[in-house]
């Protein structure tokens, strides 16, 4: 728009330059001094805008920290935002499903202490995994005498453990199971959100190359104006584009 208004006064100086009228010389002056002013304030604008090439480093720490960020880095957001919505939706999963997961833990542990009496302390998975496959202690420890697996039999008192019916040992087992394969799978969330992450760096590495190698085909121009005055009181005004690229 600066440019138009400067080949507005152009050739509204070169109209007027054809009049003796000396009070064209100080609206000459004056135009000429509004001319270079705006020149040197574009191009202090022009220093002030220079862009700077970006780093793929900082593009793929960016989308390790924050899947979506490497590619707002490479002002491409339009594309990472899907990878900061995918990383948010797996946060949510992996939360949800550990809660619901120690949810069931809760649940079946205390049913198993109110049902087959069991006391809950020092014992490990394989102990409420082994509870649910058998209606007692002595079920489990007769077995595994028959295998001839002594070292894995249970001391009667510390391990006790008796269902009084078989429904509920399957309805403690599937409590079991619901807990055991939820907490399970939550090992795939991690793995999507590891995944996500790659995804979203090698995108940013792209992005961030494409950028740069479009910041090297950026045309740079330039507009110049020049004034001649003669012995004759006229004056002549050339204007020159320059463009780089």
Request: proline share 1%; net charge negative; hydrophobic share 35%.
């Amino acid at each position: 728009m600066k440019y138009i208004l400067i080949l507005l006064i152009a050739l509204s100086a070169q109209i007027f330059s054809q009049s003796e009228d000396p009070s064209f010389y100080s609206f000459k002056q004056q135009a000429i001094s509004e001319i270079s002013q705006i020149k040197n304030a574009d191009q202090q604008i022009a220093i002030d805008d220079v862009k700077q090439k970006k780093s793929t480093g900082l593009a793929i720490v960016y989308s390790m920290l924050l899947p979506g960020m490497g590619e707002l880095y490479a002002d491409a957001y339009d594309s990472g935002v899907y990878f900061t919505i995918a990383d948010g939706v797996l946060w949510g999963t992996y939360i949800g499903m550990n809660v619901y997961g120690n949810w069931q833990k809760d649940r079946y542990t205390s049913y198993a202490q109110t049902n087959a009496g069991i006391i809950s302390e020092n014992k490990d998975d394989d102990y409420y995994a082994n509870i649910g496959e058998y209606l007692n202690i002595d079920q489990y420890n007769d077995e595994k005498a028959f295998e001839r697996n002594f070292d894995e039999m249970y001391n009667t008192e510390q391990y006790f453990w008796k269902w009084n019916t078989s429904e509920e040992r399957k309805t403690y087992r599937d409590m079991w199971v619901s807990s055991e394969q939820t907490l399970n799978d939550v090992r795939f969330v991690v793995w999507g959100l590891l995944l996500n992450r790659v995804i979203s760096a090698i995108n940013a590495v792209r992005l961030v190359s494409k950028y740069n190698n479009n910041l090297s085909q950026e045309v740079g121009w330039n507009v110049s104006l020049g004034v001649q005055d003669y012995p004759d009181n006229t004056s002549s005004y050339n204007i020159n584009f320059i463009a780089s690229f």
